[in-house]
């Protein structure tokens, strides 16, 4: 399984971005989005699970549910994040990944993809 952002750019704070990520295989896993800033850890944004009773609900981290928007498209086997009035502090490498798991309670995914820049600039 194979995923590829795109979308990532330069943009002005209070600006938009969409990034896509394509997923090269159906299976029935989740998907979700990370960031990395400079000098930090991977931090989760969101997800859509495929587990059990869950399957296809999305969460999202406290701090970005809002500004943040997770959408996906089923019959293109595509994950969306679509970023709206964007901060300095958003400057990130976005990352989309697939098929979720469990270990000693944390969460984690087998297949990642490398990346895609996004600088907010003041």
């Known amino acids: 399984v194979q995923v590829v952002e795109s979308g990532g750019g330069s943009v002005l704070a209070g600006g938009s971005l969409n990034l896509s990520c394509v997923r090269s295989?159906?299976?029935?896993?989740?998907m979700a989005w990370y960031r990395q800033a400079p000098g930090k850890g991977r931090e989760l944004i969101g997800r859509i699970t495929s587990e059990g009773s869950r399957e296809g609900k999305i969460t999202y981290a406290d701090s970005l549910e809002g500004r943040f928007t997770i959408s996906k498209d089923d019959p293109k086997n595509t994950l969306y994040l679509q970023m709206n009035d964007l901060k300095t502090e958003d400057t990130a490498t976005y990352y989309c990944?697939?098929?979720?798991?469990?270990?000693?309670?944390?969460?984690?995914?087998?297949?990642w993809g490398q990346g895609t820049q996004v600088t907010v600039s003041s």
């Open positions: 295989t159906y299976v029935t896993c989740g």
């Open positions: 990944a697939t098929c979720e798991s469990w270990s000693a309670g944390r969460l984690w995914y087998q297949y």
